[in-house]
């Protein structure tokens, strides 16, 4: 009898990004910052959720979903602490949404606009699902799941992503 292999498909090698020591450090710093700031002086920047976008981005890149899940929470109180929100609510969501792009960033490549612009826009989507979900179920608070207002800072963040990704991009050690 013969010894017969059966391979289910091609093998797939994703690549893990590096970053230089800080890099991800320095980078929640300024999305914090800018997001406490910019909105005092810029009405419309208030659709941004510039920490979601540098947890999804460093998520995807990592591909390891305990990387991304402790990102998530970190960046997530670190702005629960800073914004008027109880503490806890980015927590929750953002640790969420870290671990779910982290795992999907381990199963597919997300190197190319189109998907980096699709995965935003429903993280976003995820990210206030959870955040709606957990005000309404721990604080008894109504929040509108989906608006108007809701989808147009969706596609906003999206479009800011496709910016700011490939800034993000740079600090990747060879």
């Given amino acids: 009898m013969e010894d017969v292999e059966i391979r289910v498909g091609p093998e797939q090698h994703i690549e893990v990004h590096r970053y230089a020591s800080g890099s991800i450090?320095?980078?929640?710093?300024?999305?914090?910052?800018?997001?406490?700031?910019?909105?005092?002086?810029f009405a419309w920047?208030?659709?941004?959720?510039?920490?979601?976008?540098?947890?999804?981005?460093?998520?995807?890149?990592?591909?390891?979903?305990?990387?991304?899940?402790?990102?998530?929470?970190?960046?997530g109180l670190l702005q629960d602490s800073l914004s008027g929100t109880p503490i806890?609510?980015?927590?929750?969501?953002?640790?969420?949404?870290?671990?779910?792009?982290?795992?999907?960033?381990?199963?597919?490549?997300?190197?190319?606009?189109?998907?980096?612009?699709?995965?935003?826009?429903?993280?976003?989507?995820?990210h206030h699902a959870v955040f709606a979900l957990t005000r309404r179920l721990l604080l008894g608070q109504h929040e509108p799941y989906l608006t108007v207002p809701l989808l147009l800072a969706s596609l906003v963040n999206g479009v800011v992503?496709?910016?700011?990704?490939?800034?993000?991009?740079?600090?990747?050690?060879?």
């Fill in 25 to 41: 450090a320095i980078s929640v710093i300024v999305a914090l910052a800018l997001q406490a700031f910019l909105p005092v002086h």
């Fill in 161 to 174: 992503a496709l910016a700011l990704f490939p800034l993000l991009d740079k600090l990747r050690k060879s």
């Fill in 45 to 75: 920047t208030r659709m941004l959720e510039l920490p979601l976008l540098v947890t999804i981005y460093f998520a995807l890149s990592r591909r390891n979903p305990s990387v991304g899940l402790l990102l998530g929470m970190i960046v």
């Fill in 88 to 126: 806890g609510l980015y927590g929750i969501a953002k640790t969420l949404v870290g671990y779910v792009a982290s795992s999907i960033g381990a199963q597919i490549d997300v190197e190319n606009s189109v998907s980096r612009f699709i995965l935003t826009v429903a993280f976003f989507h995820f």
